[in-house]
């Protein structure tokens, strides 16, 4: 479970059968705060790295912006590979199986075109706060 503002614009990109991924950076801040004895610790960030699939990745192309606020559920994925000189790199991905939007939307909010959508779930809290999305368990094959 994470918390975190989107980095960049998410890539989508659509694979066999018109398949959705998106992906996206999300940026976590740890707040600095100061120890007893006047030590100063800084804010750390951490970058990570979200897949989303199918109709979460659906609604991430359409409402999803840099700088937004989101909250993800998903599970850690590990993957390793050889870049060109050769070099074994390691790559952490959460691969999400629940988004909620956290960042306010304006009045005229696209709540409405998300909830004609088969297959999601969306449950504002009010107009200006969040939506939770998620998938049914029948749009995962997996």
């Known amino acids: 479970m994470l918390i ?9 990109r659509y694979v066999e059968q ?10 976590t801040t740890e707040r600095g705060y100061t120890l007893q004895n006047g030590t100063q610790v800084p804010d750390r960030t951490d970058w990570h790295n979200v897949i989303l699939w199918r109709k979460l990745a659906e609604i991430v192309e359409k ?5 937004d606020k989101l909250y993800v559920e998903g599970r850690l994925r590990y993957t390793s590979y ?3 000189q050769g070099q074994r790199r390691y790559v952490t991905e959460i691969w999400a199986d629940n988004m909620e939007m956290l960042s306010p939307r304006p ?3 696209p709540t409405a075109a998300m909830a004609s959508e088969p297959d999601v ?3 504002p809290a009010s107009a200006q706060q969040s ?5 049914s ?6």
């Not at 975190?4 to 989508?12: I, K, R």
């Not at 409402?63 to 700088?67: I, S």
């Not at 368990?137 to 997996?142: G, H, L, S």
Request: no cysteine; proline share 5%.
């Open 18 to 27: 018109g398949v959705a991924v998106a992906r996206l950076r999300l940026a």
């Open 82 to 84: 050889d870049d060109k």
């Open 121 to 123: 779930q969306v449950q």
């Open 4 to 12: 975190g503002n989107v980095g960049q614009e998410p890539e989508v």
């Open 63 to 67: 409402y999803v912006h840099k700088g």
């Open 131 to 135: 939506h939770v999305v998620s998938t």
């Open 107 to 109: 009045v005229s909010s």
């Open 137 to 142: 368990d029948e749009a995962v094959p997996f």
